[in-house]
């Protein structure tokens, strides 16, 4: 199994372009997320999904859109990149929704200019 | 909200110590607590799980406890090792609305 995989590794941005991080898993898990993690602010939640076709906001979703036509696949979307959110990205999976081990990608870390 | 504290933040220890890092939170309303490593410029690596039902896990060196009343869990590392330099983190699932919410880490130096 590869786990979970994220695409771009690194990725620059000038204010206002739109882009799109991928991140797939071949675990057959239904609960996806995604977080950014910023120094002195930990890791927060941006968006999740419990299953294909379900998402829902998490603590940070601002900016930022998702979807969830597979069970594989959680792109997430940055409509419009803001110098504010040039950071580390970090996608993860579980079994379900109810508190199972969680698995992260390697991250894509994002520089907007 | 939950909130999750770690502490102590940094924490820099000789080869071979045995050492505990400490993780506190104040909802006691979660399905599990996960312990984490993070090298620089690394994803997170999952080390324990601990259910909300049990009381400790062990992998190898590493025993993590779980007092879910008092809101605290440690995670003790036996004997360390220049190799188990890293950031950990804890994360506890929350029942309600099955999210995570993650402590700051705490940065281990171990120095040969």
């Known amino acids: 199994n590869a786990g979970v995989t994220q695409t771009p590794k690194f990725q620059v941005l000038k204010t206002g372009q739109s882009m799109t991080l991928q991140c797939a898993q071949d675990?057959?898990?239904?609960?996806m997320s995604w977080y950014r993690q910023d120094p002195g602010m930990g890791l927060r939640l941006i968006h999740y999904?419990?299953?294909?076709?379900?998402?829902d906001q998490g603590e940070v979703p601002n900016g930022y859109n998702v979807s969830r036509s597979t069970t594989e696949d959680f792109p997430l979307r940055l409509l419009s990149a803001a110098p504010s959110q040039t950071s580390v990205y970090f996608c993860?999976?579980?079994?379900?929704?109810?508190?199972?081990?969680?698995?992260f990608g390697p991250g894509t870390r994002l520089t907007v200019l | 909200k939950q909130e999750v504290t770690q502490i102590p933040a940094a924490l820099s220890v000789p080869e071979g110590e045995n050492l505990v890092l400490n993780c506190s939170f104040t909802d006691s309303a979660i399905y599990n607590l996960q312990w984490f490593r993070q090298d620089p410029g690394k994803g997170l690596t999952s080390l324990l799980l601990?259910?909300?039902?049990?009381r400790e896990q062990t992998s190898g060196r590493l025993n993590a406890s779980l007092d879910k009343s008092s809101g605290r869990s440690t995670l003790y590392i036996a004997a360390s090792q220049p190799g188990d330099s890293a950031t950990y983190l804890c994360?506890?699932?929350?029942?309600?609305?099955?999210?995570?919410?993650f402590g700051d880490g705490t940065t281990l130096t171990v120095k040969p």
């Open positions: 994360a506890v699932h929350n029942t309600n609305a099955g999210k995570s919410t």
């Open positions: 675990m057959n898990h239904e609960y």
């Open positions: 999904s419990v299953g294909a076709g379900i998402t």
């Open positions: 601990i259910q909300s039902s049990q």
């Open positions: 993860a999976s579980s079994y379900n929704s109810g508190g199972n081990e969680q698995f």
